[in-house]
């Protein structure tokens, strides 16, 4: 039972290239997010979805989109990467309860 | 967003309780969560309690929540070296579905 996949684990960018983080869950939940870890910051929520095809922005949205075409799958762009986004990613998936979110391990990147 | 506060630090000694306060603001919330997280890990979830109880037991972990105060405290009993670690309290509010409204983190550091 894999859970919640984030590939990759580490990532370093030069400032204002693109890339994908991707995030991929095995339970069959409808509801997804992603949240950035920043130090002495907790976590905040960049972008949300609630079913394929629907997506919602967070509070810190600027400078990532996101799509959900499967229930699968929720991948995360970063289309022009600045050092504000050196951060740790993780995403998250619910059942339809909402009672429990399982997060992933983690995409660690560094933006020079 | 809502805020949800808890201290930056707390220090005890092995075998000592620890507790580590939460406030959060949303009074719409429906779960509260203790998250672990070790360096360099992921979020582990400790225990969750759903709004219209007082108290969650688990072995070692005690939740206590007053919803008039809006206070969220977990008691760790018998403390070990292993339990250093951040502690993030949590809020599912009402607002963005299932997002999460993480406070920033208490660190936890046992002492022998």
């Known amino acids: 039972n894999a859970g919640v996949t984030q590939t990759p684990k580490f990532q370093v960018l030069k400032t204002g290239q693109s890339m994908t983080l991707q995030c991929a869950q095995d339970?069959?939940?409808?509801?997804m997010s992603w949240y950035r870890q920043d130090p002495g910051m907790g976590l905040r929520l960049i972008h949300y979805?609630?079913?394929?095809?629907?997506?919602d922005q967070g509070e810190v949205p600027n400078g990532y989109n996101v799509s959900r075409s499967t229930t699968e799958d929720f991948p995360l762009r970063l289309l022009s990467a600045a050092p504000s986004q050196t951060s740790v990613y993780f995403c998250?998936?619910?059942?339809?309860?909402?009672?429990?979110?399982?997060f992933g391990a983690g995409t660690r990147l560094s933006v020079l | 967003g809502e805020d949800v506060e808890q201290s930056l630090f707390l220090s005890v000694r092995e075998g000592d309780s620890s507790v580590i306060n939460c406030t959060y603001t949303?009074?719409?919330?429906?779960?509260l969560y203790w998250y672990k997280q070790e360096p360099g890990a992921g979020l582990q979830l400790l225990t969750y309690?759903?709004?219209?109880?007082d108290m969650k037991q688990d072995q070692r972990l005690t939740v206590l929540l007053n919803k008039k105060d809006k206070h969220l405290s977990l008691r760790i009993a018998d403390t070990q070296t292993g339990d250093s670690a951040i502690y993030f309290c949590?809020?599912?509010?009402?607002?963005?579905?299932?997002?999460?409204?993480f406070g920033k983190g208490t660190s936890l550091l046992v002492t022998p």
């Open positions: 998250a998936s619910s059942g339809d309860k909402g009672d429990i979110q399982y």
């Open positions: 339970m069959n939940h409808e509801y």
């Open positions: 979805s609630v079913g394929a095809g629907i997506t």
């Open positions: 949303d009074s719409s919330s429906t779960y």
């Open positions: 309690i759903f709004s219209n109880m």
């Open positions: 949590a809020e599912r509010g009402s607002n963005s579905g299932y997002a999460l409204n």
